[in-house]
């Protein structure tokens, strides 16, 4: 719990452990964009590293209409649609060695339902959608799914999260396209450790798709890192050093529970200790000031060109600042990644339903939405689906 936070503002842009119950004071019915307001506090939790202290005025994005905004006021403006269930890869900390079960195909959503759901999304107030899977770059017709979402007016940002194993040729037509930020996942410099880790080769593919994206100028290229004790947390300051010759952000992510992992707090590596490990290795390692609603802590590092990020899911939650929301390859529509309530898309879409019914459906649902997640131990108990249904 943040401490001395003051009254005036709805809640600190810059601390995750803010009671999310104090969001929800804006005001729908204005038209100015209102402002956020952090006047600077010190935080008293236990990771005070979590804080920055500058006064900062951030604004906030004016909802369109209600349908997005959750009975805390957060306003979802960030759609994630996972494209699918299958995947080149069987990362450990992602699903079983035996796989998922999957959706019958003629059960997914298909290319047109896609584009008609974002369609709704994006004039309701979505203008950041993020493809993932499974892996996005096995469907066949991303490249067009890309094409048709960059026509949707008002949407500003198609991103895309992959394992980087096919990415390095589609990326140019991709990039045509529209898609235009990329999170690239790697969890370990060593090719033999990327197959212990993913259940399959191709570690020198993953590093040839991040140098083509650099090279084509995605800026910065986002590497999503899952930090495992006693796997990978002896790379820690390896992958930091590459960060000070390439325009990438690295970002340790901490190790969460889902459904088919082999999720135990032990081999969960918390926030403060992998900064602690980065601090006593290199020099001048400063505090960014981040975006409300980003899922991570940034920092910079003297003389380095990239950055390090921290997605502190388990040790720090950022709920009070979500604005995310889930569209599952199979067209159930999931408001919050560790809530295990969903509701079915698809089928009111094969039962005719038009787009007010469909409107009124994903409004109750935001509705419904928790103001944060259970806490790790909770999580760990709860039946979810596994993380490659999911998408992140
Ligand atoms: N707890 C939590 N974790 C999330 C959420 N969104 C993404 N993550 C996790 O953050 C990690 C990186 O996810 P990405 O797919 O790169 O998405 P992102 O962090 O939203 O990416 P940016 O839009 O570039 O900030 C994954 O482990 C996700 O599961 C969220 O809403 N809640
Ligand atoms: C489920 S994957 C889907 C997209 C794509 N296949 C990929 O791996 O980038 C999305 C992100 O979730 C992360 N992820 C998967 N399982 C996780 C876990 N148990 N804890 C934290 N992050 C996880 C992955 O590292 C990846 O960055
Ligand atoms: S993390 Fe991504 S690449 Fe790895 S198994 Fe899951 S979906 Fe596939
Ligand atoms: S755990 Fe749920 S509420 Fe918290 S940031 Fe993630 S999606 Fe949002």
Known sequence: RCLLLDPRSIYSPFCSIVDPMRVGLRSLTSNSAPTRVNYGHRCSNAYSTCCATKPEVQPVETPSSDMLVDSFGRFHNYLRISLTERCNLRCQYCMPAEGVELTPKAELLSHDEIIRIAN?????????????????????????????????????????????????????????????????????????????????????KVMESIDTAIQLGYDPVKINCVIMRGMNDDEICDFVELTRHKPIN???????????????????????E?????????????????????????FKIDGHVGTISFITSMTEHFCAGCNRLRLLADGNFKVCLFGPSEVSLREPIHSGLDDAGLKEIISA??????????????????????MIHIGG
Not at 257 to 271: I, Q
Not at 286 to 296: F, G, I, K, N, Y
């Open 250 to 272: 690295v970002r340790f992510i901490e190790f969460m529970p889902f459904d088919g992992n082999v999720w135990n707090v032990k081999k969960l590596v918390p926030y403060a």
């Open 365 to 386: 649902a935001v509705k419904r939405k928790k103001a944060k997640h259970a806490g790790m131990f909770d999580i760990a108990k709860t039946a979810n689906r596994p």
């Open 120 to 204: 709704l999304f994006v004039t309701s107030g979505v203008d950041k959608i993020r493809l993932t899977g499974g892996e996005p770059t096995v469907r066949k017709d991303l490249e067009d799914i890309c094409l048709h979402l960059s026509g949707l007016k008002g949407l500003k940002t198609i991103a895309m999260t992959t394992n980087g194993i096919v990415l390095s040729k589609k990326l140019p037509r991709l990039k045509e396209c529209g898609l235009s930020a990329l999170n690239i996942s790697l969890d370990t410099l060593i090719p033999a450790k990327f197959e212990f880790m993913t259940r399959r080769k191709g570690h020198s």
């Open 274 to 298: 992998i900064l602690d490990k980065v601090r006593q290795h290199f020099k001048g390692v400063e505090r960014l000031q981040d975006h409300p609603s980003d899922t991570a802590k940034n």
